[in-house]
């Protein structure tokens, strides 16, 4: 009987440790830096692929020229991924949860933090202008 215990408890914890494992140290350090530039005048994106590895901290870094008013979104990414923080002008928004878009009203620079979770190829757009060449892809391993 004792034996049965023993091995009903050990087999779930074998098969949760080589993941504990991976889950040590700080996620949040050593970013990569990812950057995007969006040409509306041109409708045109300087990068339409990333490649990411799961479990690496990112900052992707938008800058708009202001030109059109849009929004940036991935939902697939966000939702695959934790997000740190999204800083826009030096001033810092924390989540707890998963972002809907990045929103220019302006031209500007904002950056988003994040660690993908999961892999996939998510596709990132501008709302509406996605079939007009604002469209990309992360492909997350």
Do not use: C
């Not at 799961?54 to 940036?72: N, R, V």
């Not at 697939?76 to 949860?97: C, K, P, Y």
């Amino acid at each position: 009987m004792q034996v049965w215990f023993a091995a009903v408890i050990a087999a779930p914890l074998m098969i949760l440790s080589p993941l504990a494992a991976q889950a040590e140290g700080n996620l949040a350090s050593r970013p990569e830096t990812l950057e995007l530039s969006i040409d509306t005048r041109t409708l045109a994106f300087s990068d339409t692929e990333y490649e990411l590895e799961t479990g690496k901290y990112y900052i992707w870094e938008i800058t708009h020229d202001g030109f059109e008013e849009l929004m940036i979104r991935s939902p697939e990414l966000f939702r695959n991924a934790w997000i740190n923080q999204v800083i826009i002008n030096d001033l810092e928004v924390h989540t707890s949860g998963a972002v809907y878009g990045l929103e220019f009203d302006d031209e500007g620079t904002l950056t988003i933090s994040f660690v993908p979770i999961r892999p996939g190829n998510y596709e990132f757009f501008a709302e509406g202008f996605q079939d007009r060449g604002l469209s990309g892809t992360f492909v997350v391993r």
